[in-house]
């Protein structure tokens, strides 16, 4: 069982950048490709962006390609989403998600979320 805790959410700006964690505990952390969603108010859960279980692939939604970045430390057992110049379109519960692989399957583990607002 892996539990995922996510952290670094807050209040900015638009133009700002925030960088998002995700520390994993209870498996093996390199085992897994590790997911971000997102969920605004009155919307569906939406994917941000993949990194597998080595750092060697990722992929993000159009939205935000080109401003946000997932990364990992396999030491540290976190991954990262780093996000920059942020739109107050990015407002949301931020999730992070454990999957046996990138493409293409279930992810089975999900963090609670942090809270992302992003002010005009």
């Known amino acids: 069982q892996v539990q995922l805790v996510e952290s670094g959410g807050g209040l900015v700006q638009a133009g700002a950048s925030l960088r998002l964690s995700c520390a994993a505990s209870?498996?093996?952390?390199?085992?897994?490709?590790m997911g971000w969603f997102r969920q605004a108010p009155g919307k569906e859960r939406e994917f941000v962006g993949v990194?597998?279980?080595?750092?060697?692939?990722?992929n993000y939604a159009d939205s935000v390609k080109g401003r946000f970045t997932v990364s990992r430390d396999n030491v540290k057992n976190t991954v990262y989403l780093q996000m920059n110049n942020l739109e107050p379109g990015d407002t949301a519960v931020y999730f992070c998600?454990?999957?046996?692989?990138?493409?293409?399957?279930?992810?089975?583990?999900w963090g609670q979320g942090t809270q992302v607002t992003v002010s005009s």
């Open positions: 998600a454990a999957s046996w692989c990138a493409v293409g399957c279930e992810y089975d583990y």
């Open positions: 209870g498996g093996t952390f390199s085992d897994y490709a």
């Open positions: 990194i597998n279980y080595n750092g060697g692939y990722t």
